[in-house]
């Protein structure tokens, strides 16, 4: 029953939902919204499309959101293969299964993936600290929901192999998705070691959006571990909770 949302779906019609239920809950029209990863591709259509109805404050997340560069992430290289047939794999699955996404992930660096992770906590299982640390991200890591099915093929038609969204050819309600329509405050946070959006994915939306107030930093780490990593509560979330009070009431 999922397979046929996609983007538009969840950009365009959930979260706005979600958004209406907060200001009738905090009783405050205006807002602060981040995304991290996709979830920073929707709230980038959603700030596109909406930029009216009350975001005060957007953080982007490892965003992907240039795909021009197909050289860019090893992901590019898969996807935009005459043999990777996406078509067929909807087809054959409906949603894309969580294990296929995971498998994905994890092999674009499958030694540390599949040894180095296992090495690491072998090496420290007389630490519990470790171990507790260990089994809560292998949790959280693996925790994952199928890819519905219409949302998957536009992510890599229209995303990955089109770049429709930075070429103002991405179409939803019967418009385009125009990035000169942004005009929140925009902090837009990267990762100087990520493996999964490529800092190329996310720094040029910084030309193209109309925020008077926008910032660029890039953070060292992975596109993980900059916001679960063990440092993470020592540099980003300091960084974005001091960016976000300084633009709040």
Known sequence: EDSHYDFEDFSLKFL??????MQRHSKKREFSMLGWCIGATIVTIYAAMRPDDGLRNLILLTAPIDFSDKEGSTFSRWLNTEYYNVDELVRQF???PA???EYGNKML???ENYIGTYLKLWDNLDNPAVVEAW????????????????AFRQWVVEFFRENRLMENKLVMEG???????IKANLLNVIADKDHIV????????MDRVSSKDKKLI???????GIMVGSGASKRAWPLMEAWLSERSN
């Open 135 to 150: 089994l809560a991200m292998n949790t959280w890591v693996t925790d994952n929901v199928d890819f519905p099915g219409a």
């Open 16 to 21: 706005p939902r979600a958004v209406r239920a």
């Open 218 to 224: 890039e953070l060292k780490g992975g596109h993980i």
């Open 198 to 205: 490529p800092n190329c994915q996310s720094r040029s939306i």
């Open 99 to 101: 294990a296929v996404i």
């Open 94 to 96: 409906g949603n894309v």
């Open 175 to 181: 418009r385009v998705v125009d990035l000169a329509n």
């Open 109 to 111: 660096k499958p030694v």
